[in-house]
């Protein structure tokens, strides 16, 4: 995020960093365990391809995207989840540990314990964001943002 920041007025890196291609490359990266194996997913070389690829996305995300990307970004399921977000990563292991304990056949790794932990991650984080954080979430207009201050080399 730190190096986004910097980078993103570059319109060179920019350039790179969003097109087309280069989104497309960052999914690939991401899926890669999928097809390539998946110790893959767990290899250093991963995760570094990981960091550029998200990376990629992130910034991709401020700048906007447009056609099936958009869509895709701007439904109401993703947009749902990306609600619920927060909560599913606060939650997901201490859930995990909570099910692996009573009932352990689904602590193995494997998609049917993908899809029920997934399951029950999200239905634990809806419920916190109807109980707990949607109130926290409408005290945002006490708060109201201003622009920043400009640094010194911007405004020379």
Not at 26 to 41: E, Q, R, T
Not at 62 to 78: D, F, H, M, Q
Not at 128 to 138: G, I, M, P, R
């Amino acid at each position: 995020g730190a190096i986004l920041a910097l980078v993103k007025d570059n319109a060179d890196v920019r350039a790179v960093l969003t097109s087309k291609l280069n989104n497309l490359a960052s999914v690939a990266i991401i899926a890669s365990p999928l097809f390539v194996g998946i110790k893959f997913g767990h290899s250093e070389t991963y995760k570094l391809l990981c960091i550029y690829a998200l990376s990629s996305i992130v910034l991709s995300s401020y700048i906007g995207y447009k056609g099936v990307s958009a869509y895709l970004l701007a439904n109401p399921v993703t947009r749902f989840l990306s609600r619920v977000s927060y909560a599913t990563y606060v939650y997901h292991m201490a859930l995990w540990w909570l099910v692996a304990e009573q009932w352990p056949a689904l602590y193995k790794a494997g998609p049917m314990t993908f899809l029920v932990m997934s399951t029950i991650t999200v239905i634990v984080a809806t419920i916190s964001w109807h109980l707990v954080e949607k109130h926290f979430d409408a005290l945002k207009a006490l708060f109201p943002v201003t622009q920043p201050v400009p640094l010194a080399a911007e405004r020379a």
